[in-house]
């Protein structure tokens, strides 16, 4: 995957640059309005290509002007980097196929929301993953167990989906800290263990059957 970035903030593209290195991706900023279809067209062929915007950049309604009437971008995955979960009034208007990421984000963040934007671009409705009783809509974030919300945190959301996504697979600490936690979060071990705990006491609520799992020494594992 090659992920263009537009954005002012060192923060944020330090971030995303350490993050996707880690997950094997290329991160190219766009500097200006005029390189955005160069550089976005001009990808390797061969690989995938995403586009993410900071509404708070400088140039970020005259990018969008370039979504809009670009045809060939019309095709590329668009997440827009937001402040809130809600569109405010002065917002630019963005295209059909962007994805809101409310900042500050994790780097599995963006990837949901590449996911997100490409279901949209194909015309494809909005998923919902399921494991034996339990249930996730990552367009919402919605969770249920048996028919009843978990009312999972954004960051508990988006391990379960990961889990969800690759059952029996184990999930290793070091993984979990580089994709679910922001840039303004203090990476510390014991932070996994807590978002471990806390998603599993939600899981295991008015059950004796266990589905998600430690794994000593590795990780966790979700099996349902």
Sequence with gaps: MYIHLACSSEEII??????????GEQLSVISAPDALTVQMLSSQPEQQ???????DYVHASTMLDTLRQSD??????????????????????????????RKPFCIN?????IRRSKRIINGQPNEVLEAGDIQLA?????????????????RETLLL?????????????????DNFFDYTARPRPNLVDVLACRLR??????????????VRGQGYMFKP
């Design 14 to 23: 330090s971030f995303v640059s350490r993050g996707l290195v880690k997950s």
């Design 49 to 55: 290509s995403a586009f993410m915007l900071d509404l």
């Design 72 to 101: 060939p971008l019309a095709g590329i995955p668009l997440i827009v980097l937001v402040n809130s979960k809600h569109v405010e009034p002065h917002e630019p208007p963005t295209p059909p196929h962007a994805v809101r990421v």
């Design 109 to 113: 963040a963006i990837h949901q929301g």
């Design 138 to 154: 990552p367009s919402t974030g919605a969770t249920f167990k048996a028919g009843r919300s978990l009312r999972t945190h954004p």
């Design 161 to 177: 989906e990961t889990f969800m996504r690759s059952p029996g697979e184990v999930l290793s600490r070091e993984f979990i800290l």
């Design 201 to 214: 006491s939600r899981l295991h609520a008015g059950t004796d059957k266990q589905v998600l799992h430690t």
